[in-house]
Structures are given as C-alpha cells and as structure tokens.
C-alpha cells in the first residue's frame, strides 16, 4: 500500500512555523506529587528519573529543596546514584523575597547548593498577586525577577522562569505581564515559561496571548524562547500546550499521565505524540517514543494509582475495538480505524469481546489470546452464543481475558483442570472486644488425592484463597508468584437489594503479566470463588519465565 493511500495516520500536520524541534520538561517528581494521595519517597523518585531519562525527556524537574527532607534526600542522592544520559536534573525554587539581596536569599543560596544543572525560578506575573500574596510593589517584584535570575545565570546555571499565572495576568493588565517576561529575558533566562496556573484558560486565548507575546518580544529584539505550562482544571491542558507550540513555544512543561494539583497538570503521554506524530515537530524521536506506554504504565505503578484504561494514547482502551463489524474492518484496514498506530507508542490494537461481536471478533480475540480456531467455525459460533447469553445475564468479559480464555479451552475440549472442587464453607465471627474474623475451609481433588485446608483471612474472599494455596501449592509451586491484585464489586440490579445478581472482577498478576477474571452470582461469595478459580487456572495455564542466574 502507498503511504499516500495510507491516510491520516500517515502524514502529520503543519505544524508550528519553524518546525524547530521542541523540548520537553517533565515535572512529574515536583508539580505532579501536588495530586492528592500521590507521594514519592526519594528512592521513587530516583527510579522515575531514570525511566524518564530512558524515554528521552530533555528536563527532569527533581524538587523544591529546601521546602521539605524528602525532596532534599533525593537531590543528595541524584548526586551520588543518578547517572543521567539524556535528561538534565533540574531543581525548582522561587525568586528572592523582597527584603533579601540574591546572595543572602536561603531560597536561591538552597537552589545553588542541590548542584544541579538547570534551575527553574517562578514569579508572580499577575498583579493582584504582586500586591496582595506578595505584599510588594510592582516594581519590586520585577527587580526581584531580574536579580534572581542574574545571581543564578552569573553561578553558571541554566535558568528557566516560569511565568506564574501568566495568562490571567495578561488578561488583567498585559503591560506589565510583558514587563516580567522582559525582566527574565534581559536577565539571561534560557526560557521563558508563560504559565496557565489556575488552568481556566482556553486554546483560543492562548494562540492569541502566545502570538501577541512572541511577537512583542520579537520587536524589541529578545529572541528568548517561550514555554508553556498548563493545567486541566477547564480540561484543556493538553490542547492548550499544542496550540501554544503552533503559535510560538518550543518548550512544554507537563507530568506523566497528567498528574498534578486539582484537576492535574498537563498530560505529556498525549502532548509527545501529537508534537511527534502529528504536527511533525522532533520531541524525543520515533525510537524513544515507543516507550511511552511502557513508561506512563511505570510511573503509575510506582505511584501506586491504577493507570487510566481510557487514557489518550497509553490506554489499554485506547485502541481497543469491541464492535464486531468494526473490530472485524479495524483488522483489514487499521488506519480506518485508529487516528495513529498504537505500535508507535508502544501500546497494542486490541478486540474486546462482549454481546456486540462477531464471528471475525472472536476469532481475533482468540489468536489475541494464543489460541487457534481458525476453520473450527461451529466452536466459534458455540462460543459467541454463549458469550452473548452469558452477557445477557451480566457477565462482562471485557476486562476478563482470563475467564475467557478459559471458556474457550472448555469448549475447544482442551481444558485441563488443575483441581476439582468437593466443597468449600465460609464462617464469619464477630467476637465481643470488636475483632471480626473469618475462616474458610475447602475440600478438593488434585493429583488423585483428597485435601482439606482451612485458612483465616481478613474477609471470606482472602480466607478462600488462602486456604486453596494450602491445599494445592504442593503440586503447583508456581502459585506462590500468582497473586491478586484488585477485587471489584457491582450490584447489577440495586431494587432486589441484598438478593440482588452481583459481579465480581478479579486482576491478578504474576509480576510480569496481568489478566482478570469474573465471576457472577446472587451470592457474592460464589461469585467471587468463580472469578478466583479462572484466576488461578489462568495463572497456572502460563507460568512466569523463571529467573536467570
């Protein structure tokens, strides 16, 4: 096929007018841990440096020393550990108070005394900021912009200003906006960051506001370049980051995976790609970018905040097709169907089998999944009709590859179970100083013998897979690196109340893989053995690859 015929995903858009290549700072490590219920211990933040260095970022904003231990811990140790081949550590701060010189300021003296490369400064560039969080005059703050950034020019670093609340300042009174941003660029600042920090601006207001500023700076001759840093509280972060890029800036700030304060700061797994793929501008290049989903997957984990299926790019939903008639064309002509290719990003096309599929889905699905039915059209025929009953009732295979390809060996006649059930009971006992403790016993066949395990957990569901690792990890040591990871619930039809049909979803993971299962029943505890079976059946069917040496 001709890349001519190959359509949009092809070619990328104009782009900015230059097309000069566009750097990328990250500061996941500092902006993004502001989210709730996001914290990194220095040892975290030491590992997503290094990935972010593998995935080719240019800056790596490491923390604002000084403000707390942690963040000093991690700039002690980048000193001795970090060994960065890409990015550039760069340490964050503000400019000096008002009644300090630049020498005596502990803010800067602590910027300088981290050691790193590049510091970035922010001032206030909105002027009921300057008079009312400040308490300084306007002129005041912009000698303090301009000395601030001249002690650090002059101790030999890289200097960033981030413009702080630039937008709403520019709006405000753009005069004097402009008389910071020129403050910082006279100064010797590397890059001029214009900052949307309360995130309400539109696209349309910052290709204007960017325009006017590139231009006004290009009048008087600073030629200094300008950055964008954007937050989503009005979900526009990521646009506003591109359109500012195609009006002038050739610098982005973001986090991975969007985190940060509020509504989150701007998304650099979508603003990579679209700079790289469609709008043509070099970010990190086509190599570096198919570690995208692989690092975005990363960062989440250490985080420990589960990645966004439906997430832009990096999803496990983002190029997944569930339409029978739509998964079915997606295969003969993907570009049809995908606005990019997921291989590019490192992510994968996927068939998500549910009541909508069709013969071609479900084939897909279960080459998807390792097994061959190719030709064996009365199986897949079986199977669909099954799948759409079961649904009917309110399975979900969606999120349930394992389940499914477990149906799949059983109707295939392939299926060899690992034990058989005789019997299992539950007991809960909620004991006079409060403790609530339950035990679970069960009773099985594996290996021509019979077994009985009883275990404790802290719930019915822990009690049972406890107790069924008693009885058969003997035979299969493999269990032991088998374990589950997310256990969902979901009363289906809420007016029977407590005799209401509930579905349990399972994910389960051996370190390497993940997959997840479900079960579904009036009983909760029911459900959740049959989802913990296929768990363990899946499991034990694809055995981790031991380890070398």
């Known amino acids: 096929m001709s890349e001519e015929a190959r359509g949009p995903r092809a070619a990328p858009a104009a782009g900015g007018p230059e097309r000069v290549p566009v750097t990328v700072y990250d500061t996941t490590l500092r902006d993004g841990t502001q989210r709730e219920n996001l914290s990194l211990s220095a040892e975290d933040k030491l590992r997503i440096c290094r990935r972010l260095d ?20 991690f700039f002690e140790r980048a000193r001795d550990e970090l060994e960065l081949s890409t990015a550039v550590l760069t340490a964050f701060g503000a400019t000096r108070h008002k009644s300090n010189s630049p020498e005596d300021d502990p803010m800067l003296r602590a910027l300088l005394d981290v050691g790193t490369p590049a510091v970035c400064v922010f001032g206030k560039a909105w002027t009921v900021h300057v008079t009312e969080t400040l308490r300084a005059t306007l002129e ?13 020019k002059a101790a030999g670093r890289t200097v960033f200003f ?22 910082a660029a006279q100064s010797g600042a590397e890059v001029v960051v214009l900052c949307d920090t309360n995130g309400g601006t539109l696209p349309h207001e910052v290709t204007g506001i960017v325009a006017e500023v590139r231009e006004r700076l290009d009048v008087e001759g600073l030629r200094v370049p300008l950055g964008m840093h954007a937050h ?31 509504a989150g700061n701007a998304d650099l797994t979508a603003i990579i790609p679209a700079l790289e793929l469609k709008m043509g501008r070099r ?17 989440a984990e250490v985080a420990n905040i589960s990645p966004d299926p439906h997430q832009p790019y990096v999803g496990a939903s983002a190029f997944a097709h569930k339409g029978g008639v739509h998964a079915a064309a997606a295969a003969r002509l993907p570009e049809a169907y995908e606005h990019a290719d997921p291989s590019a990003v490192g992510n994968l096309a996927r068939v998500v089998v549910s009541e909508l599929a069709g013969r071609a889905s479900l084939s897909m699905k279960a080459a998807e999944l390792g097994i061959d039915v190719e030709g064996d059209a009365e ?48 007991i809960m006992e909620k004991r006079e100083d409060g403790r609530v403790m339950t035990e679970a016993t069960i009773k099985l066949h594996v290996g021509g013998h019979r077994y009985i395990a009883t275990a404790e957990g802290n719930g019915p569901v822990n009690a049972l897979d406890r107790a069924l690792r008693l009885a058969i990890e003997r035979f299969y040591p493999e269990l032991a690196s088998i374990e589950l990871t997310d256990y969902k619930v979901r009363v289906l039809d809420e007016k029977k ?35 913990l079976v296929d768990s363990v059946d899946y499991g034990l069917s694809h055995p981790r690859e031991p380890e070398k040496g």
């Open 140 to 152: 005041e703050n912009v000698r303090m912009v301009a000395d601030s950034v001249d002690h650090l």
């Open 232 to 262: 989503d509280d009005a979900g526009c972060a990521v646009a506003n980051s591109l359109v500012a890029v195609d009006a002038g800036c050739v610098h982005v700030q973001g986090t991975m995976n969007g985190y940060g304060e509020r």
């Open 54 to 73: 593998d995935l080719g970022v240019q800056f790596v904003e490491g923390g604002f020393p000084g403000s707390n231990p942690k963040d000093m811990e």
């Open 283 to 299: 970010v990190i290049g086509r190599e570096r970018l198919k570690l995208l989903t692989e690092v975005s997957h990363f960062v």
């Open 497 to 531: 109340g407590t005799a209401a049909v509930t579905r349990v979803l399972i994910e389960s993971t051996d370190r390497e893989k993940s997959w997840g299962t479900v079960g579904l029943s009036e009983n909760i505890i029911e459900a959740s053995w049959e989802a």
């Open 162 to 183: 981030d413009a702080e609340h630039f937008f709403d300042g520019y709006k405000h009174d753009a005069g004097y906006a402009m008389e910071v941003c020129r403050a």
């Open 379 to 426: 199986t897949v025929g079986r199977v669909l009709d099954r799948i759409k009953e079961l649904e009917h009732r309110g399975y979900s295979f969606e999120a349930a590859d394992g389940t499914l390809e477990v149906m799949l060996r059983k109707e295939l006649g392939t299926y060899q179970p690992f034990f058989t059930l005789e019997s299992f009971r539950c």
